[in-house]
């Protein structure tokens, strides 16, 4: 089976320090990965995705990720947090034809 | 044009009402979904639609109705609906090929909020 793992379910940090949301993942297949961000009383935007290209993968608004196949892992990670990145951020996994496996989610909290 | 437009964005109904949520994209995608969202929760699927056939159903109560009337446009009919089932309800489309595997990531809309008193 596969499965999705987002290790905190909250993270906060000062603007303009770096942000780091860890998911690690569990596939039988090569995977095809992605982050989606969600603010408050929003759908889903998706920030980026990885489907067995480059390993490292940049989206939008400065964040970008990492594929590790030996780690499992699929971080994200932005160089310097800004005050409108405080949302809700979702690690999801592609399994089958149409079904997505989500994280439990990790909130991002910006201290001013 | 890449939205997916969900119309009302609040709702708020009696247990014994019936109504109906509804959701538009013109991006040509062949795929639709519905997700509900329980707040502090990652979406649950509930219904996939390809090229405008039911694909899947998640089990879902028949209280919750699903219609694809053309390939831009989803309906979710609800009737006698439980206050349990009060949450945020995502619409989404993507591309899908022929064969029914997936082609690209799902853009969701921005949700109906369904409150059931």
């Known amino acids: 089976a596969q499965s999705v793992t987002q290790l905190d379910s909250h993270v906060s940090v000062s603007e303009g320090t770096p942000v780091l949301l860890r998911c690690n993942y569990s596939?039988?297949?090569?995977?095809?990965l992605f982050w989606y961000v969600q603010h408050p009383n929003k759908g889903l935007q998706l920030l980026l995705k990885?489907?067995?290209?480059?390993?490292l993968v940049k989206g939008i608004n400065g964040f970008e990720a990492e594929f590790k196949k030996s780690e499992t892992s699929f971080h994200l990670t932005k160089p310097s947090a800004h005050m409108s990145d405080a949302a809700e951020y979702f690690c999801?996994?592609?399994?089958?034809?149409?079904?997505?496996?989500f994280g439990q989610g990790t909130r991002l909290t910006i201290n001013p | 044009d890449t939205e997916v437009t969900q119309t009302p964005k609040h709702l708020v109904m009696g247990m014994t009402n019936k109504k109906s949520l509804k959701c538009e994209q013109h991006?040509?995608?062949?795929?639709m979904y519905w997700y509900k969202q329980k707040a502090k929760k990652p979406p649950e699927l509930m219904f996939v639609?390809?090229?405008?056939?039911?694909?899947i159903n998640e089990s879902v109560p028949s209280r919750f109705s699903p219609e694809c009337p053309n390939s831009s446009l989803l309906n979710l009919h609800l009737h006698a609906l439980q206050p349990e089932d009060s949450a945020l309800y995502l619409c989404?489309?993507?591309?899908?090929?022929?064969?029914?595997?997936?082609?690209?990531?799902?853009?969701f809309g921005e949700g109906s909020r369904l409150t059931v008193l």
């Open positions: 989404a489309s993507s591309q899908v090929r022929a064969s029914g595997r997936w082609a690209g990531e799902l853009f």
């Open positions: 596939s039988s297949y090569s995977p095809s």
């Open positions: 990885y489907t067995s290209a480059a390993t």
């Open positions: 999801v996994l592609i399994q089958g034809a149409q079904k997505l496996v």
């Open positions: 991006m040509g995608h062949r795929a």
């Open positions: 639609y390809s090229y405008e056939k039911l694909s």
